[in-house]
């Protein structure tokens, strides 16, 4: 997951993928496309084009609505992808949908969500039953990954792990430092983030707003950091 190809870009891993794609829209589309086409049926065609009344159709002459791409991608999933937002509700609301369904590298929609900012459908979707805590990357991740603060802080409200750790020991805190995004890292430390906390290469949050250009941020997280050491008498 942390390692630098096709689909990765270290050291955010999946995330990093996804991001990447995101950031040049051409390159999403192109693979959404590869992925859908290939399997060349009218279901994930509809989805790509956010046909949501002839999704709705299929699903009520039987479709599966967890079926998945030929690239291990659930059809949910598939439509925040492809921004057929329209899509992803009519499917969310189908009562056989599993909402803690996974891709091939163990994402959720919840995480989807998180990145792209949709407070609202993230709230339908723990509604529904999708879980907030997870091992390995969380939806919290993918929130700070983007700067969504007001779905971080939402996540917190449902007792997200702020310190979560992914794989590489990568804390949201950290997602936030690579984001730039100051709202996002003043709701984490509200909670109690911790600005110390180091990857399995060593870096804290501090090192990542350096990195990324932010030298005020990590003046004040470092700031932080000191003032937290000196309370605890360390």
């Known amino acids: 997951m942390i390692k630098v190809n096709s689909e990765d870009f270290s050291p955010l891993g999946r995330v990093g993928g996804w991001l990447l794609r995101r950031a040049v829209p051409g390159l999403l589309a192109a693979s959404v496309s590869v992925s859908a ?19 709705a159709e299929q699903l009520r002459a039987g479709a599966d609505p967890n079926q998945v791409t030929d690239k291990g ?7 925040v992808r492809d921004d057929a937002w329209e899509v992803f509700d009519v499917i969310l609301a189908d009562s056989r949908t599993d909402v803690n369904i996974m891709n091939g590298v163990q994402e959720t929609p919840l995480m989807y969500t998180a990145l792209t900012g949709q407070l609202s459908r993230s ?8 879980e907030v805590n997870r091992l390995g990357w969380t939806p919290l991740h993918y929130a700070a990954a983007k700067g969504h603060a007001d779905v971080a802080k939402w996540l917190i409200g449902l007792k997200a792990i702020v310190n979560a750790p992914s794989p590489d020991g990568t804390s949201p805190l950290m997602m936030a430092m690579r984001a730039n995004s100051v709202d996002t890292a003043q ?4 909670a ?10 060593g870096q804290d949050a501090i090192d990542m707003a350096r990195q990324f250009g932010n030298d005020r941020l990590a003046d004040a997280m470092e700031k932080l950091a ?9």
């Open 37 to 55: 086409m290939a399997q060349n049926t009218s279901w994930w065609r509809d989805i790509r084009n956010d046909r949501a009344s002839a999704v």
């Open 73 to 79: 991608e659930p059809a949910l999933m598939q439509a």
């Open 192 to 201: 109690g983030a911790d600005p110390s906390q180091r990857n399995l290469q």
């Open 123 to 130: 709230q339908a979707l723990v509604k529904r039953g999708a």
């Open 226 to 234: 000191q003032d937290r050491r000196k309370a605890q008498g360390r």
């Open 187 to 190: 709701v984490l430390i509200n």
